[in-house]
């Protein structure tokens, strides 16, 4: 069994955003020479996901305006306002760790001849809810 591990750096310049990993990991697949294992995709950072579902700008918009209602970014530090007691640490990105947990760290997918084995609408993509920096995602494949 052999393994390969590779790291992807982005800056995403907006405060949230979706991000296509897809290509970099086909590509990265493809490089590793693993023909037949597995793929994980990881968020190294605890305010943002990857997740796989379709690459169609409307289900994004979606996911965007439904986090949002769920989880609202709020600067504050006060609870009873509607502020995160997390914001008191001097960040302000309390909301940005609860989308993270709601959309996930992490994905595995198969790799099979070579390729990602994946369904025909499926998308694998980086969910950033706290951009304006350089932030990691692994990538690292074990198999034959």
């Not at 493809?30 to 579902?53: H, P, R, Y």
């Not at 305006?65 to 997390?86: C, I, K, M, N, Q």
């Amino acid at each position: 069994m052999k393994s390969h591990t590779e790291e992807l750096w982005l800056n995403v310049p907006e405060r949230r955003a979706i991000v296509s990993l897809h290509r970099d990991i086909e590509r990265l697949v493809a490089e590793s020479g693993i023909k037949d294992g597995l793929c994980l995709v990881n968020a190294m950072q605890i305010t943002a996901s990857v997740f796989i579902n379709d690459d169609e700008s409307g289900l994004h918009a979606d996911y965007d305006r439904w986090l949002e209602e769920l989880v609202p970014f709020d600067a504050g530090t006060d609870p009873a306002s509607g502020g995160y007691l997390h914001n008191r640490t001097g960040e302000d990105n309390a909301d940005a760790h609860h989308k993270r947990q709601i959309m996930g760290r992490e994905v595995v997918v198969a790799i099979t001849d070579g390729k990602l084995h994946l369904g025909p609408w499926e998308h694998i993509f980086y969910y950033e809810f706290d951009g304006r920096r350089k932030k990691r995602v692994l990538v690292k494949m074990i198999g034959e």
